[in-house]
């Protein structure tokens, strides 16, 4: 059975008892149905939750809290109709512990929340526990050393503004509003990764709370293998409450630009692109993506950042402002690299629905401008709120050798991502299965793979064969740190059975 069918049945059992799972009032039952592991029924007593809450800093937020309804959100609001049992806030590594503890002797299904920007609602459940490290997020950074210390519970905004003060900087993804521990773990993308490398390629250290409730601490040396394995490998092995990362020296000012044309132009503009990145340095991060915004008709662009001034930016940006196709607009201007990491927090901001599939690219098919424009343009055309984008990668993060790493997609300088986001309920199936069928008609120009940060509805051999060569060494670790499968609302690896 696939992960993802467990997660449907998980739904389905909690469905059944949910209204009477949790009493009015101000209080709290004796008894109150919670669900377990697998789906079945746990009855938490008040003496369990009190005990709780007396060794807890963070808060422990029930169903009967007044802050409960926002508690239980998350960024995207597909999985707004989840509703845990308890939410443990932790402030500390001790938090963590005991709500792992208690999770662990009552058997509860478990989630674990940090940014809560899960595409596939992981970081909520119904019915269960949500560990949810928000309260944990101090960041210190050592310019000195050049090295930040970051809780588990931070958001990107939090690393990129303390580094920011000193001139220095890391890969940190492309929204501020994201936490730093679901990024970091599935390999933590971002507009320096051509630069410096993925976020797991700065990781120096880890602490991690095993699923026996243990601390860890995990680097090169210690626990190698625990270390290897957060590397991408998402939150299979364990709760990450605290990152150290490698810094380099960055000028806060950044050069951003965006040329935006006609879709007649779409093939040419995505035939372009592909040889003017192709050309470009490690310090050019560039996309091009067809769009239907809310209004008006769809567009194509090519976008991107390049790690220094405008006069810096020049020579490289020349093939793009001599290109033949004229745009509609075209935006070249410096600005704040930690101001630029926030400029798509609004359109991405917490609420909205999303769904998104995701594809790696090891080649260029010279037939894949053409079936890119096709696929996006087909029938009627594109939905409104609908995207299809292709992201550079490469450089220095496909310069490192697969096997480093838990993170399998080092050959890869392109991802494609075919997105849409919507508020009212009723347009969510029409939009998926745009972004489904766009996907399924793209994926064999690709090479099978997906960022596994973005899982949406993969299945477990879709997870499994993503991580290549990997899978087996992963399987090993965690068998060894969580044989029971405890951390499975991931984008899961199951451990050996005994």
Known sequence: MIYMKRRELLTTAMSVFAASTFPAGNGFAADFQAVGSQGEKVALNEAAIADLQKHNKGGVILPTSADY?????????????R???LIVRCADNNDVISAVQFARRHNLLTAVRCGGHSYSGQSTCDGGLVIDLGPYNTTVVDPGKKIARVDGGS?????????????????????SHTGVGGLTTGGGQGRLQRKFGLSIDNLLSVDVVTADGKLLHADANENPDLFWAVRGGGGNFGIVTMFEFQLHELSPIVTSFNYTYAMADAVDVFKFYFDFNDQASDDMVAGAGMRRGAEGAPTVSISGTFIGSQKEAEAQLAPLAKFSKKPINARVGEARYADLQAGADNENAAGREFYSRYAFFNHVDPKLPEALVKTFMRGDGPP???????????????????????????????????????????????????CRESHAALLPYSDGGFYINQTTDEGE?????????????????????????FFHLNANIRPRKA
């Open 461 to 485: 051999k879709q997870i499994r064969d993503n991580y290549r060569g990997n899978y087996e060494r992963l399987v090993d670790a965690k068998t060894k740190y969580d044989p029971t499968n």
């Open 83 to 85: 509703h845990p049992a």
């Open 384 to 434: 409104a709120r609908t995207s299809m984008s292709i992201g550079s990668q490469g450089g220095v993060s496909g310069r490192i050798p697969e096997n480093a790493t838990a993170y399998a997609h080092r050959d890869a300088p392109y991802q494609l991502s075919t997105s849409a986001d919507w508020i009212e309920k009723s347009e969510g199936q029409g939009l998926m299965k745009f």
């Open 69 to 81: 309804e926002t508690a239980r959100k998350i960024w995207n609001g597909s999985f707004n109709n």
């Open 155 to 175: 958001m990107l905004r939090s690393l990129d503004r303390a580094s920011e003060k000193y001139g220095l900087a890391t890969t940190a993804g492309y929204v």
